[in-house]
């Protein structure tokens, strides 16, 4: 069993920037697939970035490609979110979400466990 923890969220202004990070405990996290996902009031969760946690493999989505960087710490077992420029369009709940087995991947069935979320808010 793996429990994911995130925290860091916020409230910041259109242009500024935020990083939240993603504490994991349990079992061994060292071949899972790691992804931030997001949902906003009324739509559905989307993908926003994921890391392979042995490689460091990284994908974001084009929304955010430029801006967002994900990254770990393997000691730690934490993984991090950075978020720059942010955009009125990126306020949501920001969720942690980890895969047992397999890459991470932009459909949110595929993933095993996940955290509870933390509150993104950009203000214009």
């Known amino acids: 069993q793996v429990q994911l923890v995130e925290s860091g969220g916020g409230l910041v202004q259109a242009g500024g920037s935020l990083s939240v990070s993603c504490a994991a405990s349990?079992?061994?996290?060292?071949?899972?697939?790691v992804g931030w996902f997001r949902q906003a009031p009324g739509k559905k969760r989307e993908f926003v970035a994921g890391?392979?946690?042995?490689?460091?493999?990284?994908s974001y989505a084009d929304s955010v490609k430029g801006r967002f960087t994900i990254s770990r710490v393997n000691a730690e077992k934490t993984v991090y979110l950075q978020m720059n420029s942010l955009k009125s369009e990126d306020t949501a709940v920001y969720y942690c979400?980890?895969?047992?087995?397999?890459?991470?991947?932009?459909?949110?069935?595929?993933?095993?466990?996940w955290g509870q979320g933390t509150q993104v808010t950009v203000s214009s």
């Open positions: 979400a980890a895969r047992s087995s397999g890459p991470p991947d932009q459909s949110p069935s595929l993933y095993d466990y």
């Open positions: 349990g079992r061994t996290f060292t071949t899972y697939g």
């Open positions: 890391i392979l946690w042995y490689s460091g493999i990284t």
